[in-house]
């Protein structure tokens, strides 16, 4: 059985159909399949040359009226031995509803956030940067956010790559909070 690859798009559109995903990567060879959940999805590629070409040419690109973010998906099993359909195949965030969120020590405060902006876009930007734990939007303090990664190392790329950055209209200011160390909630 060849090896597959996954890519993952976020930032869709809530009605994204499938074949909307299979026009979007049309020049980039074969798709063996396509999950699509609630603002993102994973697309499997049957070689790792059509999926990182994707991933380079597709990143931040108009799909479906909005800007999409196309990477390739980590925590993949690409072991011969798999049934290349099988949803445990795929990365935890595409069986969101059965793990549960987690604040880690790790977090970044978002400032100057649109009203607009959810915390799955919050996530879903942010990941980019890293493994995303948790999001929160607006919750604490309007306009602002917090996003948790799994390591201090993506926080600190969070800081450097996007601060200063445009998301939904707005530039946004990306900081670690004063205490990274604390688990609990931010206090505002």
């Not at 026009?23 to 603002?39: A, E, H, Q, R, S």
């Not at 040359?49 to 099993?77: M, P, T, W, Y």
């Not at 059965?98 to 930007?125: A, F, G, I, M, Q």
Request: proline share 4%.
């Amino acid at each position: 059985m060849p090896s597959s690859y996954t890519v993952y798009l976020g930032k869709i559109p809530y009605d994204t159909q499938e074949r909307d995903i299979q026009k979007f990567f049309k020049n980039y060879g074969n798709l063996l399949d396509v999950i699509i959940k609630n603002g993102y999805a994973f697309v499997e590629f049957e070689d790792l040359r059509g999926a990182e070409n994707a991933c380079h040419d597709l990143d931040n690109r108009s799909f479906l009226r909005s800007r999409c973010v196309v990477q390739l998906a980590k925590g993949i099993d690409r072991s011969r031995n798999r049934s290349p359909h099988r949803e445990d195949n795929f990365p935890s965030a595409a069986r969101h509803a059965r793990v549960r969120p987690y604040n880690t020590e790790h977090r970044v405060v978002v400032d100057n956030l649109s009203t607009r902006t959810s915390w799955r876009e919050l996530k879903d930007y942010f990941r980019s940067a890293g493994e995303v734990t948790f999001a929160d939007a607006h919750r604490y303090k309007e306009r602002q956010g917090i996003v948790d990664f799994a390591r201090r190392s993506e926080m600190r790329t969070a800081v450097k790559r996007l601060d200063n950055t445009e998301l939904d209209g707005r530039r946004i200011r990306v900081s670690c909070p004063r205490s990274s160390r604390s688990r609990s909630p931010l206090r505002l």
